[in-house]
């Protein structure tokens, strides 16, 4: 059976060398990639950090989570994405998004469907060394790699899952883990490739699942009943949509819905389906439900956070994937 493939969201929550060390912690750890967060308002940028990780390292993938091309010109996107691709050939990927934290620090809103439709097929163009218009300028890149770097969209909605199957390179969809869940975005996927004549055939998909460890199960119902930030409940970040999949689980949530109105026991299954929580050894048993009942072999652990400990690096998950969750999932 195929070996479960896992990267971790890391922050920009220190100096940048110490980030590049820490990712090649990681690494040891035996993770299989590492997505940075991309937060211009951190102070921080996450490019330069997967510049340096990428010295540090010698075979995790590494690629931004995410970037919004609302924040980011596509031109510059590409550029950067090249010059990653230059410095750790095969081991990058491009990975964009609506935006949330970082939009809102620019004072935009999330992009739409359309404007991430274009700015997709432009990113891919550029890499590919074709020229694109902007306005009334055309440009392409002096400067490409030989294999583009491939742009993958995270989406959390139907209609971006859709646009994904359309025309992205690959997929990060946000949907839980749940069978039921999981089988409908892949419906959507697969109707967004067949309106544009694709084929799914080696179309690669990761599953972002939240990560919350605790010693007992009840860390779940926990964070489920909980707020992220003041009037948005954790199940709404980093977005509405978590509450749609949910519903395909069978969970009817309202979307302004009190967290701690939630019943805990009802909390705890709905834990199950969003993501991976409790002990290490739990977590590790869940993913490999999830791939033997729903085909998943390819997460981005989102080590479970509210607004204010958006920052805090992920020490407890990096040695617990290297001590329990590793080992049980090639055992």
């Not at 860390?219 to 930030?229: K, Y």
């Amino acid at each position: 059976m195929t070996r479960i493939r896992v990267a971790l969201r890391v922050p920009v929550g220190r100096p940048l060398p110490d980030i590049a060390d820490f990712v090649a912690r990681c690494e040891d750890a035996g993770f299989d990639g590492v997505g940075i967060h991309d937060h211009p308002s951190s102070g921080r940028d996450a490019y330069l950090a997967l510049a340096l990780a990428a010295r540090a390292t010698q075979r995790i993938r590494l690629f931004p989570a995410t970037s919004s091309p609302v924040v980011r010109h596509p031109l510059v996107l590409a550029s950067l994405a090249h010059s990653l691709e230059e410095i750790a050939p095969g081991r990058t990927c491009l990975t964009v998004a609506p935006g949330f934290i970082s939009t809102r620090s620019v004072g935009k809103p999330r992009a739409g469907v359309a404007f991430m439709r274009d700015a997709i097929g432009d990113l891919r163009r550029l890499l590919a060394g074709e020229e694109v218009g902007f306005g009334t300028t055309s440009t392409r890149l002096r400067n490409r790699s030989a294999a583009p770097t491939p742009v993958y969209l995270l989406a959390a909605g139907p209609r971006m899952i859709e646009l994904a199957g359309e025309v992205a390179d690959g997929a990060f969809l946000m949907v839980g883990l749940h069978p039921a869940s999981i089988r409908a975005a892949l419906r959507h996927l697969e109707e967004g490739a067949r309106r544009a004549g694709r084929s799914l055939a080696g179309f690669p998909v990761t599953f972002v699942v939240t990560l919350g460890l605790g010693s007992d199960a009840e860390v779940g119902a926990r964070w489920i009943r909980s707020w992220f930030a003041p009037g948005q409940p954790f199940l709404a970040y980093p977005s509405v949509a978590n509450l749609r999949w949910l519903g395909e689980a069978g969970f009817d949530i309202a979307e302004m819905h009190d967290p701690a109105a939630i019943p805990e026991d009802q909390a705890r299954r709905i834990a199950d389906a969003f993501g991976l929580f409790g002990s290490p050894e739990r977590c590790a048993e869940q993913l490999l439900r999830a791939r033997e009942e729903a085909g998943v072999e390819d997460v981005f652990l989102f080590p479970a956070h509210d607004l204010a400990g958006g920052y805090n690096m992920p020490e407890a998950e990096v040695e617990a994937f290297e001590r329990i969750i590793r080992p049980r999932l090639d055992g």
